[in-house]
């Protein structure tokens, strides 16, 4: 039997700092948006990424794309 994996839901994150913490490392902060198309390529999240982050106030450190997968023995 194979296994098989099917994506149900895509979400973008964008990272930011926050400051730093009392032990010297960054402290950052992650902001979601959960209700991006399955079929959204990379460049996409990218473009709409830096397109929101240009209206923050602070620093995006990093943009993430997140797939969730529900894996089924077929």
Known sequence: ????AT???????LVYTTGKGGNG?????TIKFSKVDLSASD?????????LASLMS???????????SKVLNQ
Not at 43 to 51: H, L, P, R, T
């Open 43 to 51: 460049d996409n999240i990218y473009v709409v990424g830096n397109a």
């Open 7 to 13: 994506k149900f839901q895509t979400t973008m994150q």
């Open 58 to 68: 602070v620093t995006v450190t990093a943009i993430e794309k997140v797939d969730y």
């Open 25 to 29: 490392k960054d402290i950052s902060k």
């Open 1 to 4: 039997m194979a296994a098989n």
